[in-house]
């Protein structure tokens, strides 16, 4: 059974920085794409930042324009562990972010409903 879990969301300054965990079990993890997600109230769910498994332990990245340059993702494969570190943070990055996996990549990679896989989501909210 597949299991995506999220932690470290919370209540920031605008400016700081966060980083955010998603540990999975479940899965071939390092054979795995894993992303991030976030949702507004209101809004849909939006990409932010993806891993995509090349080969071997190759990893690239791909970020959403609004979170370039400030958003970081990464993972360590023998803890199945993916992290999105967020710095600079600004009032309209407040969302839950969720964490998702899949098993395959495609030119949707930005579209929620490319991947399996779903953690509960977790707060981040970023007061001005």
């Known amino acids: 059974q597949v299991q995506l879990v999220e932690s470290g969301g919370g209540l920031v300054r605008a400016g700081d920085s966060l980083t955010l965990t998603c540990a999975a079990s479940?899965?071939?993890?390092?054979?795995?794409?894993m992303v991030w997600f976030r949702q507004s109230p209101g809004k849909e769910r939006e990409f932010a930042a993806a891993?995509?498994?090349?080969?071997?332990?190759?990893?690239?990245?791909y970020y959403a324009d609004s979170v370039k340059g400030r958003f970081s993702i990464s993972r360590h494969n023998a803890e199945n562990m993916v992290y999105l570190e967020m710095n600079g943070l600004k009032p309209e990055d407040t969302a839950v972010y969720y964490c998702?996996?899949?098993?395959?990549?495609?030119?949707?990679?930005?579209?929620?409903?490319?991947?399996?896989?779903w953690g509960q989501g977790t707060q981040v909210t970023v007061s001005s």
């Open positions: 479940g899965v071939t993890f390092n054979k795995y794409n």
């Open positions: 998702a996996a899949a098993g395959r990549w495609g030119t949707d990679y930005q579209s929620a409903s490319m991947y399996e896989y």
């Open positions: 891993s995509k498994w090349i080969g071997s332990n190759v990893y690239s990245t």
